[in-house]
């Protein structure tokens, strides 16, 4: 009853219109399906996305090649293995492919499988996905960090932040959180309205209006915090990611205009910054290899979680170098950026054990696949970063995790932030 029977998988399309995999496992008289997400600012130690490049049809976007993969190879590799052995899956997946970026197989196809294995896996036990990971009882749910404007790679306004996010830091409960969060965002869009610039949203679901100024967003934001009678910095939090890989150049950066600074000057900035807005949270705030500047910020802020994405690429070996360097206090975590459940559920465990925060995390690209609000529970992490109240992908994984909450009932708990 729990043995692969094959694996089947087809190209269906993201949320920004590209092709992506889902894959479908498959049992005697049962299956289960898995959409792979994709990233736009992706750091260069990601695993390898896997896509027919050379082929124009899909302006070389297609992954048929994968698909074909997946539909050869991994299945026939997996065949007769047991769905409840999500380790041994992966590691045979990690070993057909050999190499360490998982460039033959394509970390796209191995995921896809390995979601689909774990969700199979919970399906035949017929228990709630979320019960499968790491925590079995005591299950919290996570605080989101909700995307409201976007700028960066993720919209074409020309704001250098990527991510201007809130967090509902008062909330008793997620569904309190959403309220919270609904409140701020209407509030934001009314305000935006009023300044007759367009209420259209990015990729994540944030608006997109079009202004160019860092403090133009986080005023806007402020305002829409305290016309819902919150108070910036304790009911409401206003956090950001940087993205910071795509404001580098020699050594400096042009986070806060655009001119390039240097290490420390951006420092300075980011401190009048946290200070003026009660900024709560900052990831990514230096390039991918800046190591010292990292450590720097952590050693010249205090209550700041600072949270490494493109530095940590869900990769334990870089997790570890970036504790030992004090890099950040806080990790994202994005399951396509390693590649499969057994790895990402490993470099959980350790930046948990080593005192991080885990912020799970969907990707610019997502789907209608609601796996990351089970992982945020299953896993107790911290915080939760799928984007706004819009666009179906994102607010789909709120609507499961209010699920979740309902289905806990009054065992139901928020995380703790701090
Ligand atoms: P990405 O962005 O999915 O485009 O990489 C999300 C992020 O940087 O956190
Ligand atoms: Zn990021």
Same mark, same amino acid.
């Given at each position: 009853m729990s043995k692969i029977i094959k694996v089947k998988a087809r190209q269906v399309f993201d949320s920004r219109? =590209?092709?992506?995999?889902?894959?479908?496992v498959f049992i005697k008289n049962d299956s289960a399906k898995a959409i792979c997400p994709s990233g736009a600012s992706t750091g260069t130690y990601e695993a390898f996305e896997k896509r027919d490049y050379k082929n124009k049809k899909y302006f070389g976007k297609?992954?048929?090649g994968a698909i074909k993969l997946i539909n050869l190879k991994i299945s026939k590799k997996l065949k007769g293995e047991s769905i409840h052995n999500q380790e041994k899956i992966d590691s045979i997946m990690i070993n057909l492919d050999g190499t360490r970026q998982k460039m033959k197989l394509g970390a796209n196809s191995i995921l896809a499988v390995s979601m689909a294995v774990k969700k199979i896996s919970a399906k035949q036990k017929k228990i709630p996905l979320?019960?499968?990971?790491?925590?079995?009882k005591n299950f919290k749910l996570p605080y989101p960090l909700m995307n409201?404007?976007?700028?960066?790679?993720?919209?074409? =306004?020309?704001l250098r932040i990527q991510e201007f996010m809130?967090?509902?830091?008062?909330?008793?409960?997620?569904t309190d959180a959403m309220r919270i969060c609904f409140l701020v965002i209407k509030n934001l869009s009314k305000l935006i309205k009023n300044k007759r610039l367009s209420t259209s949203v990015g990729d994540e679901g944030g608006f997109a209006p079009m202004i160019s100024n860092n403090k133009q967003a986080l005023e806007l934001i402020v305002l829409a915090i305290k016309k819902s009678g919150f108070i910036n910095g304790k009911d409401v939090s206003i956090c950001l990611d940087v993205a910071a890989n795509e404001l580098f150049k020699k050594n400096k950066y042009s986070i806060h205009s655009k001119n390039f600074?240097?290490?420390?000057k951006t420092i300075n900035e980011y401190k009048k910054m946290i200070r003026k807005y009660k900024i709560k949270s900052i990831e990514d705030p230096f390039a991918e290899n800046d190591w010292i500047a990292w450590n720097k910020l952590m050693k010249s802020v205090n209550k700041v979680q600072i949270v490494g994405d493109d530095l940590y690429v869900t990769n334990l070996e870089r997790l570890k170098k970036?504790?030992?360097?004090?890099?950040?206090?806080a990790i994202l975590i994005k399951l396509n950026q390693i590649g499969t459940v057994s790895e990402t559920l490993e470099v959980i465990k350790f930046a948990q054990i080593i005192g991080f925060k885990t912020v799970i995390s969907h990707r610019s690209g997502d789907s209608e696949d609601t796996f990351i609000a089970d992982l945020a529970v299953g896993t107790n992490s911290n915080q939760i970063k799928t984007g706004s109240l819009a666009r179906s992908e994102r607010v789909a994984k709120y609507n499961q995790l209010l699920r979740i909450e309902e289905e806990l009932g009054k065992k139901a708990r928020m995380n703790k932030i701090h």
């Open positions: 219109g =590209n092709p992506t995999i889902e894959a479908e297609s992954v048929l979320y019960k499968s990971f790491l925590v079995k409201i404007i976007n700028g960066g790679a993720h919209a074409n =306004n020309g809130i967090r509902p830091d008062s909330a008793k409960s997620f600074l240097s290490v420390d970036g504790f030992l360097n004090i890099s950040s206090n």
